[in-house]
C-alpha cells in the first residue's frame, strides 16, 4: 500500500508528499494557476485532474519509447506516485513553432515554423524570473556540466519526437513544451508533469489554443480547453 507522509514542497501547480519508500514521493496536482512569475494567480476548475491524467498518458508513452521517468502509476484523481528525484535547476523548452516569448524577443512571425526543432535552456529561479541561459552561463554558475547539458538536448529532441506525432495523430499541434529533469541514482531521467500547463497546444483545424494561453490572456473557455486536451489524449 502506497501510504502518503508530511509534505516535503508545495509549488504553483503541485504538493510533493513523502511515501511509503524513501526514494519514492507522492505528487498532489493543484487546481491553482499562476502566470507572469506568478504575478497573475487563478484558479482553473479540475486542472489538477487533468494534468494528472494527462501526464500519466505522456509519461507512459515515453517509457514505451524506452525514455526514461520519474513515473510509477497514478494513486487517484490527483495524486501521482514517482521516483524521488534531485532536480536539475534547468528548465528545457523545446520549441516546434515561433510563439510566445520567442517571437517577442526575436521579432519573428507566430506560427512560422522551426525546422529542427530548437532546445532552450532557462535557469529555474522565481527570484530571477527563470531567465534564458546558455551552456556557458550554467558551466559558469556550476549548476551543470557540459556532459549534463549535452544529454538535456539529447533527451529533450527525443521526447519531442514522440509527443509531436501523438498530438498530431489527436489533431493538435505541439508549439512548444517545457521540461524538467531530476537525477535518480545518478541517472538523468525525465520528471515533473507534461500537461496543458507545461505544453503549448494549438487546435490544428482552428488554430484555437488549448493550454494555459487562454489563462494568460483572459482568453475564456480555459476548462473547456483542458478538458477537451484531457478527451484527446485519454479517451
Known amino acids: 500500500m502506497d501510504v502518503i ?15 511509503a519508500r524513501p526514494d519514492q514521493v507522492v505528487h498532489y496536482f493543484k487546481d491553482d494557476a499562476t502566470a507572469f512569475n506568478a504575478e497573475k494567480r487563478g484558479t482553473i476548475v479540475d486542472k489538477g485532474v487533468v494534468n494528472n491524467k494527462v501526464s500519466e498518458r505522456m509519461f507512459t508513452l515515453i517509457e514505451e519509447n ?3 521517468t520519474h513515473f510509477l502509476k497514478r494513486l487517484s484523481d490527483r495524486e501521482m506516485l514517482t521516483k524521488k528525484v534531485a532536480i536539475v535547476p534547468v528548465e528545457v523548452v523545446v520549441r ?15 506560427g512560422d515554423a522551426i525546422e529542427p526543432a530548437i532546445v532552450e535552456f532557462y535557469y529555474k ?11 556557458d552561463h550554467l558551466r559558469l554558475m556550476n549548476v551543470a556540466t557540459p556532459g549534463v547539458l549535452r544529454e538535456l538536448r539529447e ?12 498530438f498530431a ?16 541514482h545518478n541517472k538523468l531521467i525525465l520528471a515533473d508533469e507534461i500537461s496543458p500547463d507545461t505544453c503549448r497546444l494549438w487546435d490544428m483545424e482552428t488554430g484555437e489554443s488549448m493550454d494555459k494561453d487562454r489563462f494568460r490572456k483572459d482568453m475564456g473557455k480555459i476548462e ?3 478538458q477537451e486536451v484531457l478527451k484527446r489524449v485519454c479517451g
Do not use: C, W
Not at 516546434?96 to 507566430?110: E, I, P, Q, T
Not at 533527451?155 to 501523438?166: E, M, R
Open 169 to 184: 495523430e489527436r489533431k493538435m499541434q505541439l508549439v512548444d513544451f517545457k521540461l524538467e529533469f531530476g537525477l535518480f
Open 96 to 110: 516546434n513553432l515561433v510563439a510566445g516569448s520567442l517571437a517577442k524577443r526575436l521579432g519573428l512571425r507566430v
Open 125 to 135: 529561479n522565481d527570484a530571477l524570473g527563470d531567465p534564458l541561459v546558455n551552456d
Open 224 to 226: 473547456e480547453a483542458y
Open 66 to 68: 524506452r525514455i526514461p
Open 5 to 19: 507522509g508530511s509534505m516535503l514542497y508545495e509549488g504553483k501547480a503541485k504538493k510533493i508528499f513523502t511515501a
Open 155 to 166: 533527451l529533450a529532441h527525443k521526447v519531442n519526437a514522440v509527443l509531436k506525432p501523438f
